[in-house]
C-alpha cells in the first residue's frame, strides 16, 4: 500500500545545531508540503513543493530549508535550530490538478530544541 | 492571505449527542473546506470535504455545510460514539492558490461515555 512517511519521529538537539527531518511517500504525489503544529496555531505551511526542483515558501519559512531532487522524498531542514522550532512537524502530499484535493499527512516528528 | 477562526477550542458530549464545530474564513474567493480528523499521535485525515459549488453534503453521521454569502461553514457530528474524541481541523483553500490549505486552530472533541 502506499504510504508516507516521516524520521526520526522523535529528535532532541541543541540551540545551533542543524538539523534535517525526512518524508519520503510512495503515492507518487507530485505536491508535498511541511507543516509545523502548535497549541493555539494549528497547522502552518512552512515550505511546499509542486514537483521536482520546485520549492515554495510557506507562512513560516525562516529558518528552515527544503529541497526537492526526486519525486519521493522532501527533507525539510533547520539550518540553526532555535527553541522557537520546538514543535511537532508534519509532512503532507496530494494528487496534482486545477483545484484543490486531499492531502495525506505522514505520522510526524516530534522536536525538541534545547 | 486566507484566515481561518474555528470554535469551539474545546468541546465535550455526552455519548450519543451531536457535536457542532464551526469555522469562518475571510478569503471570499475560496470555494475548498476540508475538515481533517487527527487521532493522538497520527497525522491529520481527511474525513469530508466540500466544494463552494454545494451547500451541504453528508457522510453517515457527518455533515458539512456551507455559507458562502456568511463566509462560515460547519462540521456536525450525530450520534457520537468515544471513537469520534479526537482534534478536528477545519480548512480552506481557492484554485488561485493551487493546492494550498489554510488550517484553523482545531477543536479538541472529547466524547464521553
Known amino acids: 500500500d502506499a504510504e508516507i512517511t516521516q524520521s526520526p519521529r522523535h529528535k532532541i538537539t541543541e540551540t545551533g545545531r542543524q538539523v534535517t527531518l525526512a518524508c519520503h511517500q510512495t503515492w507518487n504525489h507530485n505536491n508535498m508540503f511541511w507543516y509545523r503544529q502548535d497549541l493555539g496555531h494549528g497547522l502552518r505551511l512552512i515550505h511546499y513543493s509542486y514537483g521536482v526542483q520546485d520549492t515554495n515558501k510557506g507562512e513560516v519559512s525562516d529558518g528552515y530549508s527544503v529541497s526537492r531532487s526526486n519525486t519521493e522524498d522532501l527533507p525539510l531542514t533547520l539550518e540553526s535550530a532555535a527553541s522557537s522550532q520546538t514543535s511537532v512537524y508534519f509532512c503532507a502530499s496530494s494528487d496534482p490538478g486545477p483545484h484543490p484535493n486531499e492531502q495525506f499527512f505522514g505520522p510526524g516528528t516530534r522536536l525538541t530544541v534545547l | 492571505g486566507e484566515n481561518v477562526e474555528q470554535h469551539p477550542s474545546t468541546l465535550s458530549v455526552q455519548e450519543g449527542d451531536s457535536a457542532v464545530i464551526k469555522c469562518t474564513y475571510s478569503d471570499s474567493a475560496s470555494n475548498y473546506f476540508p475538515w481533517y480528523k487527527q487521532e493522538l499521535g497520527k497525522g491529520p485525515q481527511l474525513i469530508i470535504d466540500?466544494?463552494?459549488?454545494?451547500g451541504e453534503k453528508k457522510d453517515q453521521r457527518i455533515a458539512v455545510t456551507l455559507n458562502k454569502t456568511a463566509k462560515h461553514f460547519s462540521l456536525h457530528i450525530t450520534e457520537t460514539q468515544p471513537e469520534d474524541s479526537a482534534v478536528y481541523f477545519c480548512?480552506?483553500?481557492?484554485?488561485?492558490?493551487?493546492?494550498?490549505?489554510?488550517f484553523g486552530t482545531g477543536t479538541k472533541l472529547q466524547v464521553i461515555p
Open positions: 480548512a480552506a483553500s481557492n484554485s488561485g492558490g493551487y493546492q494550498k490549505v489554510t
Open positions: 466540500i466544494r463552494s459549488n454545494v
